[in-house]
């Protein structure tokens, strides 16, 4: 049985920083494209971050240079470092594992405001 869950979201000030973590078990991270998509109310899910087997990265133009995803292949963990978050940066963050069969974590709230 697969399993993918989130932690790490909460309630931060503008410009402040959180680190997600999503732990798996029953895959392989470092074998499967892991990804982070975020869901804000009333908007579509919208792919984050991705981070494939051989360690390339890709990131949403909204994000880049404030976001870094990552993974402990020892602990099967993908990690998604968010820093200088914006209010707009509020949204359900899920993790995303993707292949022949596509996975979800449970999600975890992020709000940004002051």
């Known amino acids: 049985q697969v399993q993918l869950v989130e932690s790490g979201g909460g309630l931060v000030q503008p410009g402040g920083s959180l680190r997600l973590s999503c732990a798996a078990s029953?895959?392989?991270?470092?074998?499967?494209?892991m990804a982070w998509y975020r869901q804000a109310p009333g908007k579509q899910r919208e792919l984050v971050a991705l981070?494939?087997?051989?360690?390339?990265?890709n990131y949403a133009d909204s994000v880049k240079g404030r976001f870094t995803i990552s993974r402990d292949n020892a602990k099967n963990t993908v990690y998604l470092q968010m820093n200088s978050l914006k209010p707009e940066d509020t949204a359900v963050y899920y993790c995303?594992?993707?292949?022949?069969?596509?996975?979800w974590g449970q999600g975890t709230q992020v709000t940004v405001s002051s």
């Open positions: 995303n594992s993707q292949g022949p069969s596509n996975y």
């Open positions: 981070i494939t087997s051989t360690g390339s990265t």
């Open positions: 029953g895959i392989i991270v470092r074998l499967r494209p």
